[in-house]
């Protein structure tokens, strides 16, 4: 008897002491951070390349203990690399009122995002073509365009090449290139230099041709392609075909070898790209030059080369991990966005962030390096400047 009682209160000693500390088990549960990406679609080469970087991010912020002792687990959802999907898929996201969501992976996409996160939760759009205003819920990603066709334009001029024609799509990504190009160019710095010829095309076009032959009639000295995912390919293509054969820098969103290799029969012989620091190895200080090697030994075990698209996900996923560190799992969203605008000194792969300056994405065009691709090499990405675009 005395032995089926003290069995009964132990059983319910038990029973009382996992009913006392509710956070035991829940401290365990994975904290789901949504990602919209384009995983299919014209920009799945880029989609694809963000969700493989966070993946790995994933393992390695849970192998330094997740956020707050809660493993962290991206949970991607595929918009097609089309707006309307993105408004359909947030609305079941935003149901659930997260912290923050990260994505799309291109400006339009992320564009149409954006209105739907007006009042939270945080928008960290991986693209960064997209221009929040200071104090928003949205983020932007890395280094803008116009920063980058600024530092483009320097390298430009620094190599005594003064006519540019400009070839961009009809997209939200086509059409920040194009006015870029026009600040970049309206600069003092660069008033040797002019705009010969300017065409656009459609997303889905198969030809390029009548572009390509008035580009090709103003005898420009380089050509900016300003396109983002498969579309690039038409535009290569009609340049290789209508022979012309001068340097072509196009947007750093297509800095995917697998993508790249593709078109290998009709690049340029000079094909470049406003690339970040990360990729060239450079860095500003040793807390920056920390976070990059991190980076290049996570990507390179993996059989992945470090290249900029592949990097470009980590410093906005990283940041918002770091917040939640700090603030804990239970963070608003409004918490969450008040943390990131004050946020300064803060090492990411593409430079020392500070949002104070209120431009939402914590970076300029220091950390601009321009990089050529050929994929003739076995290392096909070299840096061809300084930071900031400067030759000499």
């Not at 192998?63 to 359909?88: C, E, L, M, W, Y």
């Not at 320097?154 to 070839?167: G, K, N």
């Not at 600069?187 to 009548?210: F, H, R, W």
């Amino acid at each position: 008897m005395y032995r089926s009682r003290f069995l009964v209160a132990a059983a319910v000693a038990a029973m009382l002491a996992c009913m006392a500390l509710p956070h035991s088990s829940s401290a365990a549960d994975p904290y789901e951070i949504d990602v919209i990406l384009p995983l299919t679609g014209g920009g799945a080469f880029i989609g694809q390349t963000h969700q493989k970087t966070l993946t790995l991010l994933e393992a390695v912020v849970n192998k330094d203990g997740g956020i707050g002792g809660r493993p962290v687990t991206f949970v991607f959802h595929d918009d097609q690399s089309n707006p309307a999907v993105d408004v359909q898929l947030a609305g079941p996201i935003l149901a659930k009122k997260p912290a923050v969501v990260l994505g799309s992976s291109l400006s339009a996409l992320c564009r149409a995002l954006q209105p739907l996160f007006a009042n939270g939760p945080v928008q960290y759009c991986l693209s960064p073509a997209i221009y929040p205003p200071k104090g928003a819920f949205s983020f932007a990603n890395s280094i803008d365009t116009d920063d980058l066709l600024q530092a483009t334009m320097r390298y430009f001029r620094e190599r005594w090449i003064t006519r540019i024609a400009r070839l961009t799509t009809t997209d939200a990504s086509g059409q920040d290139g194009a006015a870029a190009v026009t600040h970049a160019l309206a600069l003092p710095a660069n008033k040797s230099m002019q705009l010969v010829a300017t065409e656009q095309y459609g997303p889905t076009d198969v030809s390029v041709a009548a572009q390509v032959s008035n580009i090709k009639a103003a005898q420009p000295q380089a050509v900016v392609l300003w396109v983002s995912g498969a579309p690039v390919a038409t535009g290569l293509r009609g340049l290789h075909d209508a022979g012309i054969d001068v340097p072509v820098v196009t947007s750093s969103a297509n800095m995917v070898d697998s993508q790249l290799k593709g078109y290998q029969s009709f690049v340029p012989r000079e094909l470049l790209f406003p690339g970040i620091s990360f990729a060239a190895g450079l860095s500003r200080s040793r807390q920056v030059a920390s976070a990059q090697k991190l980076f290049v030994d996570t990507m390179k075990s993996n059989n992945i080369d470090p290249t900029l698209q592949v990097g470009l996900p980590w410093d906005p996923a990283l940041i918002v991990i770091e917040a939640l560190k700090k603030l804990g799992p239970n963070a608003t969203s409004t918490q969450l966005r008040d943390y990131i605008v004050a946020l300064h000194d803060f090492p990411g792969i593409t430079g020392l962030y500070d949002f104070r300056t209120g431009n939402q994405r914590g970076v300029t065009g220091e950390d601009v390096v321009m990089m050529r691709w050929d994929g003739t090499k076995t290392d096909p990405w070299a840096a061809v400047s300084k930071l900031g675009g400067a030759t000499r």
